[in-house]
């Protein structure tokens, strides 16, 4: 019997760049998990010891090794994968040049044993280091498994640069959770030393998996993504702030179902978030490419994370749309209507304001507990029927029920007693997130509705500046400011954004121009666009410190109520706190804690 298996020619072998392929532990597993994932299994265990330093064990139920191919291929460079130049061009598997098990022979003591699904026999081959191979008959189900043990012991000078266990460990654990978010039908299993740290059944649902992944708290605000175009599309999950990061270790990208870093992506998503999070947090997103194979360039190194994808403009403008409407969709949630999410980093611990009564034991958790939450109020489908308490009670079914306005608090906050305690509302913050997604919905739909200024504002600005205003004068038209030379060093300001009009002034128009040409920018981005809808956003929302009647603090809610994003102004703060009641009646020593 034939087997797959060919030695490449030398051509082939100096075609492909022989490279380092083996970088620690997490590259030995990334590359036992593609093998696998190529070989068809549907079950794939991975088993670390001290990290993977002493010894790494990846088994599979896949379709095996014949034993002419183990013989006949050993560990040299070999592959059953590619036999043509063309074949370079489409990666549809995850390996192909044949150099991965022959570099882990180099550097490591490595055991296969292997049962073709086709043989009543399998095949043990035991490699170690600077020693003859030995091949013997095994007995085992189909599939294979590969023992890779003394990673770089022969090898001191790379030994010296591996991590700590507990790292090398942890990235590990990184790999085989991105190859688990990738194939929610295979089912995963990771022990290390011995202790299960993850174990994913086969034919999960893709969300399911990724719940199950990354945690309740992110599962309960996954959004979907899924948006094709032009031959392409990005298909994955997204969670909505407030839920985050403090660094990029959630964002995950493949490139047809295989894990890749890509700074271009990176960059991309976080510039949907920029309004959504606050500097310094990052968003959780898995999300999948799909595109020609021809446009991946299989020059680069396949085996480094990187990938370079032909024409990635457009690959990271649909990643953007993508995400953008997939986190504009509000979907109501299945029962909870408030699902809470604490201020704080990873929320690991149960919700503390959620409805089931559940008592706080310890008193350390008292003191640790922040004393407001910030609250993600969710979409009710319910309608709450119309109960009017009182004459300043309304129903703002999007805001999740019941409120009664109980006022203004320093002229900042507008504070709501709902079903269940205190809301205390940011008026400028919130007011700023409805003026900004207003704003962006008129840039996206057509021209900016303008006010025609009766007496145009003349600006009078150091040259420079005069200058730099002048330059961005065609951008800015767009965005409804409307500036002519009006010689030496003045500028002449006829039309400003409607939702200005009102603050129609020199002091006012000066302070904005002076915010734009803080950004200090020459040439006009859609990131400078957006700075400047941020800017009169901010100047056209109701001031903190301004008063309010209970009439406007009703139509600021039903306007909140109606605008995305709304939790978040778009500098990413909150604009809602809560203080539910169960919280209160703790600090007033009327539950005990
Ligand atoms: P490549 O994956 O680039 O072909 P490798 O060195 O990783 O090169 O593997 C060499 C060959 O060994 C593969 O082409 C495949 O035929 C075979 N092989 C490796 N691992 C497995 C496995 N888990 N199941 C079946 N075949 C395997
Ligand atoms: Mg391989």
Known sequence: MMGRIRTLSQDMISLISAGEVIDGPWSVVKELIE???????????????????????????????????????????????????????AIATYGFRGEALASMAAVADVQIVTRSHEEELGTRLVSRVGERRVLSEA???????????????????????LASPKTEGQRVADVVLRHAIARPDIGFRLLKDGQAEMDCPPKQQARDRVAALWGGDVAKNLVEVNLARAGMSVRGFAARPPVSRGNRSHEYFYVRGRPVEDSHLSGAIESVYSSLLMRGRYPLAALDISLDASRIDANVHPTKREVRILGIDEVVALAKDAV???????????????????????????????????????????????LTTNVLLEAD?????????????????????????????????????????????????????????????????????????????????????????????????????????????????????????????????????????????????????????????????IRAGQPLSIEEMRNLLTAMANTPNRYNCPHGRPTIVRIGSQELEKRFGRIQP
């Not at 409407?325 to 999410?341: G, I, M, N, R, Y």
Request: charged content about 30%; glycine content about 6%; hydrophobic content about 35%.
């Open 35 to 89: 093998n696998s994932l190529d070989a068809g299994a549907t079950h794939i265990d991975v088993e670390i010891k001290n990290g993977g330093i002493d010894s790494i064990t990846v088994s599979d139920n896949g379709w095996g090794i014949a034993k002419d191919d183990m013989e006949f291929c050993g560990l040299r460079h070999s592959t059953s994968k590619l036999a043509r130049r063309e074949d370079l061009d």
């Open 139 to 161: 007995s085992r189900p189909h599939g294979t498994t590969v023992e890779v043990t003394h990673l770089f012991s022969r090898v001191p000078a790379r030994k010296k640069h």
């Open 324 to 370: 953008r409407a997939a986190l504009a969709v509000e979907t109501p949630p299945k029962e909870p209507a408030f699902v809470l999410s604490p201020g704080r980093d990873e929320s690991l611990e149960p919700p503390l304001f959620s409805s089931s009564r559940q008592r706080i034991s310890s008193r350390e958790r008292v003191r640790e507990t922040p």
């Open 381 to 541: 489908t319910l309608e709450v029927p119309y109960a009017e308490k009182k004459e300043d009670t309304m129903q703002i079914p999007a805001l999740g029920g019941l409120f009664r306005i109980i006022g203004q608090l320093r002229n900042l906050y507008v504070l709501l007693e709902f079903e269940d305690g205190l809301v205390i509302v940011d008026q400028h913050a919130a007011h700023e997130r409805v003026m900004y997604e207003l704003l962006r919905r008129d840039l996206n739909s057509g021209p900016i509705p303008v006010q025609e200024l009766l007496e145009p504002i003349v600006l009078r600005l150091e040259h420079r500046d005069a200058e730099r205003v002048l330059e961005l004068a065609e951008p800015l038209e767009r965005l409804g400011y409307t500036v002519a030379s009006f010689g030496g060093n003045e500028v002449l300001v006829s039309t400003l954004p409607d939702v200005l009009g009102h603050r129609a002034s020199e002091m006012e128009v000066t302070a904005i121009v002076d915010e734009i040409l803080d950004l200090g920018v020459e040439h006009p981005s859609e990131h400078f666009m957006d700075d400047v809808v941020k800017i009169t956003a901010c100047h056209s929302a």
